[in-house]
């Protein structure tokens, strides 16, 4: 969607250096917030939820809802969960833009052109963790609150922390604007693949929607020679009745195999079902520098961008995938 077209804060912020683009930063009031949270744009998102997933993003208890009624439940609990930034964390975030612009514009020229949106929220929905809708960040008020301490005691002097927060969001507003480009990122040089994988029944009520990587569709092969074969990584609930987020999420990876072309299905259709935790699948693992978000390409492309444009706190720094990677972000982010 479109944001910040009316009433939102707009600030023109000059960069240092005669080269730098000026950033443009939008800080939505607590009305268009809402709106880009729930409106006709983000309804796509509310439509994958199921039940114990919404139960686990909201702690809502939804007892005797329908699913259709838990999603509008879903949707009003999103709406009520914006606010207002305050004047300290409206000059936080700003600092923190401010002070990357110039190295966007030297290293990633795309990112320095790209508006930056910012949503506030309170604790009630995504367990808190830092995510993002169509083309804006979205931050609980907690974040804010450390990010505001952190910028009055003068620790923006070195933001790297700040920095790859920043940049890991804005790569999926990225990915989101410009889908086959990254797309090219995840099959070219990282070795996935895209394919269709309808989920079975026990899957749907136990997967777990990421909103910064939605479609679930992209595997991996791992093994050798006989024993090679696909995996799909996947984002799990543990607990169905009263799940917490996160504590509650495994990540694993699901066997697949190929029907006809594009279509591909799990190898388990019913319970009970082979569910690998991805992190004991090593041929993946040790196919990525990055740990701990790997379970998705959108989620491994957003710390590798934010680790390759700082340049700072690189995972792993010998692993080859950071050269092909490095070679890629130097063309694309033009
Ligand atoms: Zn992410």
Redesign the pocket.
């Known amino acids: 969607m479109r944001v910040g077209l009316i009433q939102a804060l707009v600030l023109f912020i000059a960069a240092s250096g005669a080269q730098a683009e000026e950033a443009t930063v939008h800080l939505l009031p607590r009305a268009e917030s809402s709106a880009a949270l729930t409106g006709a744009a983000a309804q796509g998102y509310y439509a994958q939820l199921q039940l114990a997933e919404i139960r686990a993003k909201t702690a809502l208890p939804l007892k005797d809802l329908s699913l259709d009624e838990a999603r509008i439940a879903a949707i009003k609990a999103y709406g009520a969960a914006t606010g207002d930034f305050t004047d300290d964390e409206r000059v936080a975030l700003a600092e923190a833009v401010e002070s990357m612009q110039p190295v966007l514009s030297a290293r990633a020229p795309l990112y320095a052109r790209t508006p930056w949106c910012f949503i506030k929220v309170n604790g009630t929905i995504e367990g808190s963790l830092p995510?993002t809708r169509g083309d804006c960040i979205v931050l609980a008020e907690g974040v804010l609150q450390a990010l505001a301490k952190a910028h009055a005691k003068g620790k923006f002097d070195h933001p790297s922390g700040v920095w790859a927060l920043l940049l890991?969001?804005q790569t999926?507003v990225l990915q989101r604007r410009n889908p086959a480009l990254f797309a090219g990122l995840y099959t070219d040089v990282f070795g996935f693949r895209q394919v269709e994988v309808s989920p079975p029944d026990w899957l749907k009520v136990r997967r777990v929607i990421n909103p910064?990587?939605p479609v679930v569709e992209w595997i991996y092969p791992v093994g050798k020679d006989a024993a090679r074969h696909w995996v799909l990584p996947d984002i799990e609930l543990s607990e169905l009745d009263h799940p917490q987020m996160p504590a509650d999420f495994k990540v694993v990876a699901l066997g697949v195999h190929e029907l006809e072309g594009r279509r591909w299905a799990l190898d388990d259709a019913v319970m009970p079902a082979t569910q690998t935790d991805l992190e004991r699948v090593a041929d993946y693992v040790d196919a990525f520098p990055v740990k701990g978000?790997a379970f998705h390409p959108?989620?491994i492309a957003?710390e590798m961008m934010a680790e390759i444009i700082t340049g700072v706190r690189v995972q792993n720094p010998e692993h080859p995938l950071w050269a092909r990677t490095r070679q890629w972000a130097d063309g694309a982010l033009r």
Do not use: I
Request: glycine share 0%; no cysteine.
């Open positions: 995510h890991h969001e999926h910064d990587a978000e959108n989620e957003a």
